[in-house]
């Protein structure tokens, strides 16, 4: 995290960030232990989401309230729901409207539940952002773990429908396993 901070810490001076106390905060971060009066050690953490230190302590968290969760499902399904990379003014309204058409799509699994025409959704979803340095561009995208393949398979459907212009390709139905929840909470 150290040499990440420094960048950042230079970055932000030269485009006059406001964020400069939190990369200094980074750069600090777990710095100084500390012996308590009862022996136990203590540190500070800066607790920023760019933090290399505390985000794996926060995905170590996710990951111990979640998994006894996931364990209760009993046909679970690592699922990827990927659109076309888009370039950086478009970001939030790419992510805007995925977050739109997955509410309007659990909408559509509730209404079928209640009709008993399907298994009601249940499931974890994450969003995931990745940048291209080579195209300049992002690349939005979730994953999520659901039961029933079937559930999976309707969810890439009805995905595609809502993005023609999405590679097929991309996205992804495979059984999940521990290595999908270290995926989804990375």
């Not at 901070?5 to 232990?33: D, F, H, P």
């Not at 699994?109 to 195209?135: D, P, S, W």
Request: aromatic residues 10%; positive net charge.
């Amino acid at each position: 995290s150290r040499r990440l901070s420094i960048q950042l810490v230079n970055a932000g001076k030269k485009n006059g960030s406001n964020l400069i106390t939190s990369y200094w905060r980074t750069m600090r971060c777990c710095e100084a232990i500390s012996k308590m009066h009862d022996d136990t050690l203590r540190t500070e953490y800066c607790k920023n989401r760019w933090c290399m230190v505390c985000n794996s302590i926060r995905t170590a968290q996710l990951i111990e309230d979640y998994v006894p969760l996931l364990e209760e499902l009993p046909n679970k399904y690592f699922v990827t729901l990927t659109i076309p990379n888009v370039i950086g003014l478009e970001l939030p309204i790419a992510i805007t409207n995925m977050q739109k058409t997955f509410n309007s799509m659990r909408k559509v699994f509730t209404k079928r539940h209640m009709k008993n025409e399907n298994q009601y959704l249940v499931g974890i979803r994450k969003l995931e952002c990745t940048y291209n340095a080579i195209f300049n561009d992002y690349h939005p995208h979730y994953h999520l773990i659901v039961d029933g393949k079937q559930n999976a398979e309707d969810i890439v459907s009805y995905w595609l429908k809502k993005y023609p212009n999405a590679n097929r390709k991309a996205q992804d139905i495979r059984s999940a396993d521990e290595n999908s929840v270290k995926e989804l909470f990375k």
